[in-house]
């Protein structure tokens, strides 16, 4: 097997996920591209992960949008700004079949939410229609749900959730059009019902932008009897332009 896997690496050695230079290992990034990574720092709502001035002394912090209209979910963790090279690297792996992207994708995540995990924990993807999914052949927030239950050692439920609607896209569309568009468009799969009732779920995607899906993805939980709903994404959108804060 060692020797197999140095072939492999001979043949097919390391790439950096942003740029494709080498690497020392698989599913990492070069010292660069690492650099020019936009992480978001711990200086962050606790509800929406938007990064916030200053520095962080443990208490909990919360930006003005949700202190004026707080989120259905009760905590929520972004591990990147969808900016410039996480950008590129989310587009890639929703849109160009990068699925190599989730193992790394899922520790960075891990390293954001870990607080916010136990073994009582159930991980869930944001659904994709079956029509989109058949276009697509995978589903990215499903991708990153199980490669953080696997990392977490907690339990997932790839179809908890089910879409009922095949919606169109809700890129560029605000807030409130997007919550019209997504009204009884996802519900609780009613052949996993059972496995919500009186527990915290972590509902897992790959962009946050207005938060309409998740929070309908959250009601729908709360509704079921979750006892408690947080969230887990890969990148965060904030309002450009975004100038690094920690």
Known sequence: MQLLQTALAAIYPPRCLACGGMVDSDFGLCGTCWGQTP????????????????????????CDDCMRAPKPWAQGRAALIYDGIARKMVLGFKHGDRQEIATPAAQWMLNTCRDMLDETVLIAPVPLHWMRLAK????QSALLARALADLAGCDWCPDLLVRTQYTPSLDGKSRDVRQGILNDSIVVNKRRRHRIAGRPVLLVDDVLTTGATLGV???????AGASRVCISVLARAVKAPYIPLN
């Open 39 to 62: 992480f978001v720092g711990h200086t962050r709502c606790d509800m929406c992960s938007v990064p916030l001035p200053g520095q962080a002394r443990g208490e909990v912090l919360h």
């Open 217 to 223: 993805c959250t009601e729908m939980c709360r509704a």
């Open 136 to 139: 697509r052949r995978y589903n």
